[in-house]
């Protein structure tokens, strides 16, 4: 989702979504790192309310563990056996920035952003279950979105969360840098 950041001479930070576009306007009397807070927070809770998700399902987002390749193989094998049984020949992290999985249908391979190693479980194997279904139907038809379901039947919330999961990360990113 885009982000438009405002600063303006007024006490209070405030946000909304606008025409699919989160608009903050933010105080320009704060101090930097205010202004980073409230950017963040009001990020936060306009995607949780897009989301429908209460506050503390956020505050726990990106506080995972960090998975390596063999877990991340393990969780594969293990939701592919549970509920697919497709040709699965392998599975890796790599580092991708723009997107959260790929498919090579063709090579039964699977890759997946090396910004999920630090994700929560549930994000992780929805995206899984996604990239796996991809190995079967290689679009985004009904018929893609009944097999994603079979394996994660709540896959609508996590590819809400997925969003909001990818703004906070990009959000700590940028408090690093200042
Ligand atoms: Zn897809």
Not at 91 to 110: A, D, E, L, V
Not at 125 to 134: A, N, R
């Amino acid at each position: 989702m885009k982000r438009i950041i405002r600063y303006k001479d007024k006490k209070n930070s405030s946000g909304r979504i606008k025409d699919g576009v989160l608009v903050l306007d933010i105080s320009s009397r704060l101090s930097l790192k205010e202004q980073q807070e409230h950017i963040e927070i009001l990020t936060r809770r306009l995607l949780g309310k897009l989301a429908g998700l209460d506050s503390g399902t956020l505050t726990g987002l990106g506080q995972g563990e960090i998975y390596n390749h063999g877990q991340l193989q393990e969780l594969a094998r293990r939701i592919n056996d549970e509920f697919y049984g497709f040709p699965l020949r392998g599975i890796r992290f790599y580092q991708q920035n723009s997107i959260w999985g790929s498919c090579n249908y063709r090579k039964g391979t699977i890759h997946i952003s090396h910004r999920l190693q630090g994700a929560p479980e549930e994000l992780l194997h929805y995206v899984v279950v996604h990239e796996l279904c991809h190995l079967k139907v290689p679009n985004h038809s009904r018929a893609f979105w009944d097999l994603v379901a079979r394996g994660c039947p709540e896959y609508k919330k996590y590819r809400k969360l997925l969003q909001v999961y990818g703004m906070g990360r990009d959000l700590r990113r940028a408090n690093e840098n200042i």
